[in-house]
């Protein structure tokens, strides 16, 4: 079975390019997370979705941050215009909601994003 | 809302060791807890979770888990540790009907020989 993919893995960008990540969560999985993680702050949520509907996006740092799912296989974190501070390594997970709901999320393997 | 503290960011054991990793939730209900590990470049992986009943759980790689609602604490043991646990231990908490799981800051292992 194919995990969670995401893409790219590495993205190192200059401050005030727009940089767009990309998650394709496991089949019949309904519910698609973004994390951050950084050493500062650890692992943060950013927003999730269920059935393709942002559910809670408090965790967005700024309107320079939006996501979107605009189907079940594919979600899109972008960040307009990137800065520095932004640099962290980000997480989309993946779960499976409904009866018997156990929590488990599946992560993929991140995308590294380096701003100059 | 609820809240993790794993109050050890780094932890040292030899080969065979056993090993505890401490983990502190703040949570007003029954929460359910779960530890992840995170190898170098990796993403999370689960080794274990509690929802309810016998409060002591097995997971993969040989580790264990026990939650103490007294203490508040979901601390993660393997009686003989292997070099290739060394990686990063994050504990988790999420709420009863609510999706948010909250991540604590990690503890990372280091195994020596």
């Known amino acids: 079975d194919a995990g969670v993919i995401q893409s790219p893995r590495h993205e190192v960008t200059e401050m005030g390019q727009e940089v767009t990540l990309r998650c394709k969560p496991i089949s019949g999985h309904n519910s698609l997370f973004w994390y951050r993680q950084t050493m500062m702050r650890g692992l943060e949520l950013l927003i999730y979705?269920?059935?393709?509907?942002?559910?809670?996006d408090s965790g967005m740092p700024e309107d320079r941050f939006s996501a979107k799912m605009p189907n079940a296989s594919f979600s899109t974190l972008k960040i307009q215009p990137s800065e520095p501070r932004d640099s962290a390594v980000y997480f989309c997970?993946?779960?499976?909601?409904?009866?018997?709901?156990?929590?488990?999320?599946?992560f993929g393997e991140g995308s590294r994003l380096t701003v100059l | 809302a609820q809240s993790v503290t794993q109050p050890d960011i780094h932890i040292t054991v030899s080969e065979g060791a056993s090993l505890e990793l401490r983990c502190n939730y703040s949570y007003g209900a029954t929460p359910y807890l779960f530890w992840y590990v995170q190898s170098p470049g990796q993403g999370l992986q689960l080794l274990l979770k509690?929802?309810?009943?016998?409060?002591l759980v097995q997971g993969i790689k040989g580790f264990e888990a026990e939650f103490k609602r007294s203490q508040s604490s979901f601390n993660l043991r393997k009686p003989s540790v292997h070099w290739s646990d060394a990686a990063e231990y994050f504990c988790?908490?999420?709420?009863?009907?609510?999706?948010?799981?909250?991540f604590g800051t990690g503890t990372k292992l280091q195994v020596i020989p």
């Open positions: 997970a993946s779960s499976l909601v409904g009866s018997g709901y156990t929590g488990e999320l599946f």
């Open positions: 509690y929802f309810s009943g016998d409060t």
């Open positions: 979705f269920n059935n393709n509907v942002p559910i809670d």
């Open positions: 988790a908490v999420g709420v009863r009907g609510y999706q948010k799981v909250t």
